[in-house]
């Protein structure tokens, strides 16, 4: 034997800075050469858009943010595909959380970054009171959600956010509470969340209110359960969801573009606009080509080391 080792023996034995440096490649492409992913988006996430989209201008919304930095991977981009629908949309929020203390601040500064995005775009700023309001962290989450149920008025009681010239003023004094006691007053509750705040409103308000869901990708598979039994009204999931919004909100459903060419197609809906033009892309188009590519480059790795193995096991026999 001359001690040169066997191909087989050489494609088991990369060594792993090789490797790290082959995947930190593998997935940087992605984020700074956008790679458009062929993409169908599923009907969940299309009958979330469209209820977002079916929303009238100058009603409001309950929005659970219930997400933190944990999982900003994939709530942020769901948080900020569905704030910039509903501003573009003219629909105001009522936000409150009951997953994490730190949930109503985060919220507030993803708000914050996307009214820098409308005003350096020449677009009107979504104001704080006129058009959202904050009630902040529940601790008791089954109780609050369970209270809602009656009266979101008295759930809502003492909670006070900041009125132009008043400073820390009760909430129903905003006027995009006015005459909205129940939850059944409002035409959507929509929830963004990594925790299992999602289970407890569905068993608290399903049937009470039109209920929409943005969850993790682990969160998908029972999410879609609720979705199945008619208990919400859609739902996005992870990164798939994600990029499906950001599609959706290029170019709508059933709704022709210049050339007369459909690029998603739903027998539930009449056209539904997007928004071309504007800024709808962000996390989704970076992370999901990136996580295509990272899988990729797994089965490569393991088409590789077994090809490997094979060869050296081959060699041994000789």
């Not at 977002?52 to 100058?58: D, F, I, R």
């Not at 704030?83 to 919220?107: E, F, K």
């Not at 129903?172 to 705040?197: A, H, M, N, Q, W």
């Not at 289970?199 to 943005?214: D, M, Q, Y």
């Amino acid at each position: 034997m001359n001690g040169q080792k066997s191909l087989g023996e050489v494609l088991q034995s990369l060594p792993k800075q090789v490797l790290y440096i082959i995947l930190i490649v593998f997935t940087s492409v992605p984020l700074f050469f956008p790679v458009k992913v062929p993409n169908q988006p599923l009907e969940s996430s299309v009958d979330l858009y469209a209820s977002l989209m079916a929303v009238k201008p100058g009603e409001t919304v309950l929005f659970a943010s219930d997400w933190t930095n944990s999982t900003r991977g994939e709530s942020l981009g769901q948080f900020n595909s569905v704030m910039r629908i509903l501003m573009r949309h003219n629909v105001n929020v009522v936000l409150y959380s009951t997953g994490d203390a730190q949930a109503p601040r985060v919220a507030q500064d993803a708000i914050a970054k996307l009214n820098e995005e409308r005003i350096a775009a020449g677009q009107k700023e979504y104001k704080r009171w006129e058009n959202f309001v904050s009630v902040g962290f529940f601790s008791n989450g089954e109780a609050t959600i369970n209270g809602m149920g009656t009266s979101v008025r008295s759930s809502f009681n003492g909670k006070k956010d900041f009125a132009p010239g008043r400073g820390l003023t009760d909430v129903y004094e905003s006027p995009i509470l006015k005459g909205r006691e129940k939850v059944s007053d409002f035409p959507l509750l929509i929830v963004v969340t990594g925790s299992k705040t999602s289970n407890i409103t569905v068993e608290r308000l399903s049937g009470k209110v039109p209920i929409a869901f943005a969850v993790t990708g682990v969160m998908g598979p029972e999410t879609g359960n609720f979705y199945q039994s008619q208990q919400i009204v859609g739902f996005a999931s992870g990164l798939k969801g994600l990029y499906d919004l950001e599609g959706l909100m290029e170019d709508g459903v059933n709704n022709p573009d210049k050339s007369g060419n459909i690029a998603v197609k739903s027998s539930k809906y009449g056209p539904i606009p997007g928004f071309p033009g504007e800024k709808n892309d962000g996390q989704g188009k970076r992370y999901y080509p990136t996580l295509h590519f990272a899988v990729g480059l797994l089965i490569l790795a393991v088409i590789i080391g077994n090809i490997g193995m094979f060869l050296s096991r081959a060699g041994g026999r000789k």
